[in-house]
């Protein structure tokens, strides 16, 4: 089931500088799997010894999924992951 | 009404507007808490005078002595004017593509601006000042973003007001910045009600960072971690900037001028209020509409207000 990912700037690099690429996955492990099949320049950016990145939000839709089920958190076809860096505020 | 000694008396105890005419389902409350009408214009106010007053007491600021501090706008709106009636002198390192509003406020006040680059974010300058803090080791280095009079403040103050004002409240919801409100409130109305949620509304702001070389240049708050944030918070949900606009143009239409953030946070909430049954909203509004007047957040062309949301930093 594919779903669009978008990339932040930092990471477009390593996807031929796309802004935003398809993926096929039924959780988001799965998802950030075939992302490294297709684009292996990603291996160990988002996700580093099985978990995410700590400088890293992952957005299913809306959504933080470090308040989901993390990388088991379900996707469905036409669903938007978003990577962004974490940043501050204030 | 009281006369006050001092305005920094006046910082503190705001008001709580219903504005559930904005809720999508009649059986779901939306309040929301009105920071905007705190002296120096938002919620920071709280954070800054409760900084300040901790480190006049543990003594690490002295009379006359300099402060610096990383701020995307409000926190050094709050400490300058904090500083102006203590007659400290402050220096804010700030993102250049900030609002001119918020230049202007911390002119107003007498504060210096020392820019760091935009395409860093509030990253950029939080890097920027730790550099200077440690070249000028006779500065007082708050740092909003470690220091845990910020939390405090919103435990002691937000939290307690909101507890008093609504006790049914079900959800909280505010944005992530530093996230001493979330922590500070959060807390504070989970040791009173465990069952309440705490939601926190962030912007895409990472899309706006171009300037990070790598991953690794990410930041969390220490005082995040340091209050265990991950387990605090219930959901974290982003609002973008078209989301936002609407949002403030939704709390305009009810009689509430509020700031970019606060529209955002309206606008979790509205969405929040059209998943959940039987629930009690209480959502923040760090600041009023006045600094973002040249935005054009409610009389310009929707498309145009959100390009200019995506190269300024409103948040």
Redesign the interface.
């Known amino acids: 089931m594919p779903v669009d990912v978008n990339l932040p700037t930092i990471l477009r690099q390593h996807a031929g500088g796309q802004k935003t690429v398809k993926a096929n996955g039924s959780t988001l492990q799965e998802v950030f799997e075939d992302l490294v099949r297709q684009f292996p320049g990603l291996d160990g950016q988002v996700v580093t010894d099985g978990a995410l990145h700590k400088f890293v939000n992952v957005y299913v839709n809306d959504d933080d999924v470090r308040y989901m089920d993390k990388l088991n958190t379900k996707v469905a076809d036409d669903d938007v992951v978003t990577i962004l860096p974490a940043v501050a505020g204030g | 009404m009281a006369v006050f000694d001092n305005v920094l008396d006046l910082i503190g105890d705001t008001p709580m507007v219903d504005v559930s005419s904005l809720s999508p389902n009649p059986r779901v409350r939306i309040l929301v808490k009105l920071e905007g009408q705190n002296p120096g214009g938002s919620v920071?106010d709280r954070v800054a005078l409760s900084m300040i007053q901790q480190a006049e007491k543990d003594g690490t600021l002295k009379p006359g002595q300099t402060l610096l501090e990383p701020?995307?706008g409000?926190?050094g709106i709050g400490l300058a004017m904090v500083c102006r009636v203590k007659g400290y002198p402050l220096k804010c390192v700030m993102p250049s593509n900030v609002s001119p509003e918020r230049r202007q406020l911390l002119e107003v006040w007498g504060a210096e601006i020392i820019e760091s680059p935009g395409e860093e974010?509030?990253?950029g300058a939080?890097r920027m000042a730790q550099g200077l803090a440690e070249e000028h080791p006779d500065y007082c280095f708050l740092y909003?973003?470690a220091n845990p009079a910020n939390p405090k403040a919103h435990y002691e103050g937000t939290g307690p007001e909101i507890w008093r004002d609504c006790p049914e409240v079900t959800h909280f919801i505010a944005?992530?910045?530093?996230s001493?409100t979330l922590i500070g409130v959060g807390k504070f109305l989970k040791e009173r009600n465990p069952a309440v949620q705490v939601w926190?509304v962030?912007?895409?702001?990472?899309?706006m960072?171009?300037g990070?070389?790598?991953?690794?240049?990410?930041?969390?708050?220490p005082i995040f971690i340091d209050n265990n944030g991950?387990d605090l918070?219930?959901?974290?949900?982003?609002?973008g900037p078209r989301d936002s606009i609407e949002g403030v143009r939704r709390l305009r239409d009810v009689g509430v001028f509020s700031g970019v953030s606060s529209g955002a946070v309206a606008a979790a909430a509205i969405k929040a209020a059209g998943e959940l049954d039987d629930a009690v909203i209480v959502f923040l509004a760090p600041d009023a509409g006045w600094k973002y007047l040249s935005s054009g957040a409610w009389t310009d062309d929707l498309d145009e207000v959100e390009a200019r949301a995506r190269r300024i930093n409103y948040?």
């Open positions: 920071k701020t995307s409000n926190t974010g509030s990253n939080v909003q973003y944005g992530l910045g530093t001493g926190a962030e912007p895409p702001s990472g899309e960072v171009d990070l070389r790598n991953l690794d240049d990410g930041y969390i708050p991950f918070l219930d959901r974290k949900r982003i609002v948040w």
